[in-house]
């Protein structure tokens, strides 16, 4: 009789470690009492998701804020679904949000003792493993076409019981290792699946960091672990990774909690203690209608990474965000830190909501907004040179061009107690600063010649703005200025604040906001911008009295 030891050396006679080779050649880390081992583990199967981020973010400061190590694992044994080039582009992202792994795959080099961090690159290890598994009866080499896999679940199906490959429904689960020999040397294709001793209807407790304790049925399936292109499924490679590479938290996302006990048992067969879990939630956003729903790679631009890149947020404001969900207790805190060292504020999974937070973009803007201001003009000509080199060509001449002018204009109302929270991201910057600047301002009055309120004429903006070109200096502080407007429009039959003129309509034009809007667009070409006073100094009397010849000469 052809005994599981037999098959196992049929199979893989190449195997020569064992398990305990391998525990000899990724010894238990010697790191200090309470340190986390955490890992960030993508499939290298596109873009970096935004829950992707979310997930490594806390991978990242439960080891740090622990002591520990916080490594990246590359999941490619799905190799139909590789996309080339993918894993590095996800640790170049990383990177822009300063999350750097302490060791593991960095893009392109691998670096630490407990590597290979590519599974496709471990196939050696895991066989180890499998080939103990085989020689103990815990996994066997199942023959089953996809045919035969359609019949069963078509049986399942009209019977309404639980789908899979289980039980009295594991064909080959039942063969004799006579036959399973004949078989291997037939040459007849095969996986190897694991034999589950468990039974649904059994319920095992779990512990989890962010959900608690709570029980769940027990795994019954005969999972496939080894696939037939000599690569492990994502149930075994993470089992048999988790504990060689000696991670003490595995935090991944929460449909994983489906699969918790098939992992559960694999620890259990193979004698290893599992690592603790922690299931994020999700990141979730109303859909069109109006139900929650996950982000979705291919409805929303939010649930890319890309998508903020290009827009030109800084990282930190998604960092922070992202941190708002974690946590419900960060936002009070970071308002009270003034929105600086969120690396100082302690994390904790059971401050962590269960249910999906949605993605509110609002927020985003509003931290966007409050960390750009906090920024020195250096520091934003430094963050919009890296951004416009990438993906702003026009921007990053615009600056080129002069950067002390392009510095003045960001500096307006910054460098104070409150300073303004004019911008938010870069990818609109162009837009928003193009007044500026002689040529753009020029070429865009030649487009879409200025619009003043309809309430007055060309002839009364005329007048206004003839009296601000001869008698409105720039050369007095800000108040003086602000008064001499007033009195300015005064004399032309604008009211000095707008609540008299609401009381007396008949005896004005209207009021001092008229006139600063007047100015404000004779200079601007917009509504809005930043504080009037200053970007009339940015501009300098010689190029505000050419653009207001410019009207005047209509
Ligand atoms: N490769 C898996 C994924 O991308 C990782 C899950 C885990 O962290 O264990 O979803």
């Given amino acids: 009789m052809v005994t599981d030891k037999e098959i196992a050396e049929l199979i893989f006679p190449e195997v020569t470690e064992t398990i305990d080779d391998l525990e000899k050649r990724f010894p238990v880390r010697k790191l200090k009492e309470g340190a986390e081992v955490t890992r960030f583990a993508p499939s290298p199967t596109g873009f970096l998701h935004t829950g992707s981020l979310f997930t ?13 190590i916080f490594y990246v694992r590359l999941e490619d044994t799905d190799t139909k679904r590789e996309i080339q080039g993918s894993g590095e ?117 779990v512990s ?24 492990p499924t994502y149930h075994f490679a993470h ?57 979705s790679k291919r409805l929303d631009n939010e649930a890319a990474v890309s998508y903020f890149l290009k827009d030109g947020y800084p990282s930190e404001a998604l960092i922070m965000y992202l941190m708002t969900i974690a946590n419900s207790n960060f936002e009070e805190w970071i308002f009270e830190h003034k929105f600086e060292h969120m690396e100082d504020f302690v994390f904790s999974f059971s401050k962590m909501s269960l249910e999906g937070a949605l993605f509110d973009m ?7 907004r409050e960390i750009l201001s906090k920024k020195t003009k250096e520091e934003i000509r430094d963050m919009a040179l890296a951004y416009s080199k990438t993906y702003d060509e026009k921007l990053y001449n615009l600056i080129k061009s002069d950067e002390n002018f392009f510095m003045e ?35 865009s009055i030649k487009e879409n010649p200025l619009q003043f309120n309809e309430r007055f004429s060309l002839e009364n903006v005329k007048e206004v703005i003839s009296k601000v070109k001869e008698e409105l200096s720039i050369n007095q502080d800000e108040q003086e200025w602000f008064s001499n407007m007033k009195a300015i429009g005064e004399t032309l039959g604008f009211a000095p604040n707008g609540k008299l003129y609401k009381q007396n309509p008949d005896q004005y034009k209207g009021s001092v906001s008229d006139v600063a809007e007047m100015i404000r667009i004779s200079l601007t070409t917009r509504r809005n911008s930043p504080n009037l006073y200053y970007v009339m100094k940015v501009l300098g009397k010689e190029e505000c009295d050419r653009r207001f010849n410019l009207l005047l000469q209509k």
């Avoid at 608690?212 to 399936?221: K, L, R, W």
């Fill in 208 to 231: 989890d960091l962010v959900h608690g304790n709570f029980e769940i049925a027990e795994n019954d399936m005969d999972i496939v672990i080894f696939k037939s292109d000599g690569l």
């Fill in 409 to 443: 204009i960001m500096n307006i109302e910054r460098e104070k107690e409150n300073p303004r929270k004019d911008y938010e991201k870069f990818g609109n910057l162009y837009e928003s600063i193009s007044f500026f600047y002689k040529d753009l301002y020029d070429a």
């Fill in 56 to 68: 490594s973010l806390i991978c990242h400061k439960v080891a740090k804020d622990s002591g520990g």
């Fill in 362 to 368: 609002g927020k985003l803007n509003f931290f966007s």
């Fill in 239 to 295: 089992v048999v990774d988790d504990h060689f590479m000696r991670t003490t938290t595995v935090i991944r996302g929460e449909e994983w909690i489906a699969s918790l006990p098939i992992h559960l048992e694999l620890f259990k067969t193979l004698g290893w203690t599992a690592p603790k879990y922690a299931h994020l939630p999700v990141i979730m956003k109303i859909g069109e209608n109006g139900n929650k729903r996950k982000l």
């Fill in 89 to 205: 582009e996800l640790l170049k992202q990383l990177e822009l949000f300063n999350i750097i792994p302490n060791e593991g795959y960095l893009g392109s080099s691998q670096k630490g003792n407990y590597g290979p961090y590519i599974q496709s690159q471990r196939a050696d290890i895991y066989k180890v493993v499998i080939k103990y598994l085989l020689e103990n009866g815990k996994a066997y080499p199942c023959f089953c076409s996809q045919e035969e896999l359609d019949e069963i679940r078509a049986k399942q199906e009209k019977a309404k019981i639980i789908p899979g490959y289980y039980g009295p429904f594991a064909k080959y689960r039942y063969l004799t290792n006579d036959e399973r020999k004949e078989k291997i040397l037939n040459g007849d294709p095969y996986v190897i699946r694991f034999k589950s001793s468990g039974n649904h209807v059994h319920k095992i407790k």
